[in-house]
Nanobody
Framework: QVQLVESGGGLVQAGGSLRLSCAAS????????MGWFRQAPGKEREFVGTISRSAGSTYYADSVKGRFTVSRDNAKNTVYLQMNSLKPEDTAVYYC?????????????????????WGQGTQVTVSS
């Protein structure tokens, strides 16, 4: 069983920055791509970004490209989401998730159904 635990959310003013962390249990962390999603009240869960197993590739939603950066430290079983130039529309619960394909070389996993383990989420609120 894999557990993912997010942290780092909070309240920030527009234009500010936050760094989210997602710590994973287990010994297979480096064997899977990881993703970040977000869900605002009344909206569907939305893809934010992904990172490949080796951290050699990343892929982002157009809405966050150039502002958000996904990274990972396989030695620490942790994936990060650095969020800069935050906007009120970035307000949501942010989730990390593990892609369901072992040893995949792809990062183009944008559909939540492609992920098999999810964290509990962390709230990010951006005030205007």
């Amino acid at each position: 069983q894999v557990q993912l635990v997010e942290s780092g959310g909070g309240l920030v003013q527009a234009g500010g920055s936050l760094r989210l962390s997602c710590a994973a249990s287990g010994r297979t962390f480096s064997s899977y791509a990881m993703g970040w999603f977000r869900q605002a009240p009344g909206k569907e869960r939305e893809f934010v970004g992904t990172i490949s197993r080796s951290a050699g590739s990343t892929y982002y939603a157009d809405s966050v490209k150039g502002r958000f950066t996904v990274s990972r430290d396989n030695a620490k079983n942790t994936v990060y989401l650095q969020m800069n130039s935050l906007k009120p529309e970035d307000t949501a619960v942010y989730y990390c998730a593990r892609d369901g394909t072992l040893y995949s070389g792809s990062v183009y996993y944008t559909d939540p159904s492609e992920y098999d383990y999810w964290g509990q989420g962390t709230q990010v609120t951006v005030s205007s």
